[in-house]
């Protein structure tokens, strides 16, 4: 069993539509999660960063976390083609364990 | 801020050959900065962290010696494949993080090697 799980998609909606990503994760020393987003053949940007269980909103985008049941989310409101790209959870354990663990990405395509 | 280039941005080499990535921070210096490997549509994989001066950590399964990785400076970092292979073929990420306070990894655009 992989350390996080994630859908690969593809995952196609239309323009304006609420997008919803999802991971979830066997390893209950996680605290640190993250979204990325990244282009086709370009390094991924970080989106959301978020501490323990709890949501985080940066204008359309909102991240939750739900510790007990290892499962994050991230929505995306009145989704524009331009979110169209793949889509990536990352976590870690305690603050200063840098090392990342992604999923496998989600391929989302937003169609105007 | 914290944008992190690669270099170059693709290369091609024939089997055999080695191959040298730059990595740099351009207006931040990071303490630490980590090598991904990643495959067409699969996820990024650590292959290996390093921190400046210090030899670098890999990965289990992740060769040392067909892999050199130098982090020289706070602002540059070189991964080396060794006598490449077809196989070696992938999308090299690498990222960097400031340290100090921040634990936030900025990642490069990725080098895309192709091994013929």
Same mark, same amino acid.
């Given at each position: 069993?992989?350390?996080?799980?994630?859908?690969?998609?593809?995952?196609?909606?239309?323009?304006?539509?609420?997008?919803? @990503? $999802? =991971?979830?994760?066997? $390893?209950?020393?996680?605290?640190?999660?993250?979204?990325?987003?990244?282009?086709?053949?370009?390094?991924?940007?970080?989106?959301?960063?978020?501490?323990?269980?709890? $949501?985080?909103?940066?204008?359309?985008?909102?991240?939750?976390? *739900?510790?007990?049941?290892?499962?994050?989310?991230?929505?995306?409101? *009145?989704?524009?083609?331009?979110?169209?790209?793949?889509? @990536? =959870?990352?976590?870690?354990?305690?603050?200063?364990? &840098?090392?990342?663990?992604?999923? &496998?990405?989600?391929?989302?395509?937003?169609?105007? | 801020?914290?944008?992190?280039?690669?270099?170059?941005?693709?290369?091609?080499?024939?089997?055999?050959?080695?191959?040298?990535?730059?990595?740099?921070?351009?207006?931040?210096?990071?303490?630490? %900065?980590?090598?991904?490997?990643?495959?067409?549509?699969?996820?990024? %994989?650590? %292959?290996?962290?390093? $921190?400046?001066?210090?030899?670098?950590?890999?990965?289990?399964?992740?060769?040392?010696?067909?892999?050199?990785?130098?982090?020289?400076?706070?602002?540059?970092?070189?991964?080396?494949?060794?006598?490449?292979?077809?196989?070696?073929?992938?999308?090299?990420?690498?990222?960097?993080?400031?340290? &100090?306070?921040?634990?936030? &990894?900025?990642?490069?655009?990725?080098?895309?090697?192709?091994?013929?």
């Amino acid at each position: 069993q992989k350390e996080v799980e994630q859908d690969p998609g593809p995952l196609s909606v239309p323009e304006g539509a609420i997008v919803s @990503l $999802n =991971c979830t994760y066997s $390893n209950s020393a996680f605290q640190y999660f993250m979204w990325y987003r990244q282009y086709s053949r370009k390094g991924p940007e970080l989106l959301m960063y978020t501490y323990s269980s709890g $949501n985080k909103e940066d204008g359309r985008f909102t991240a939750q976390v *739900d510790k007990s049941s290892k499962y994050i989310s991230l929505f995306i409101r *009145d989704s524009q083609p331009s979110d169209s790209a793949t889509y @990536l =959870c990352a976590m870690r354990g305690s603050w200063g364990a &840098q090392k990342l663990v992604f999923g &496998q990405g989600t391929r989302l395509t937003i169609n105007p | 801020g914290a944008v992190v280039s690669q270099h170059p941005s693709w290369v091609i080499c024939k089997s055999g050959t080695s191959v040298k990535i730059e990595c740099r921070s351009l207006d931040f210096q990071a303490t630490t %900065m980590f090598w991904y490997r990643q495959f067409p549509k699969q996820s990024l %994989m650590l %292959m290996a962290t390093s $921190n400046e001066g210090s030899k670098a950590t890999y990965e289990q399964g992740v060769e040392k010696d067909k892999f050199l990785i130098n982090h020289a400076s706070l602002t540059l970092s070189t991964l080396t494949v060794t006598s490449a292979h077809p196989e070696d073929s992938s999308f090299y990420i690498c990222s960097a993080s400031p340290g &100090q306070g921040t634990d936030t &990894q900025y990642f490069g655009p990725g080098t895309r090697l192709t091994v013929l």
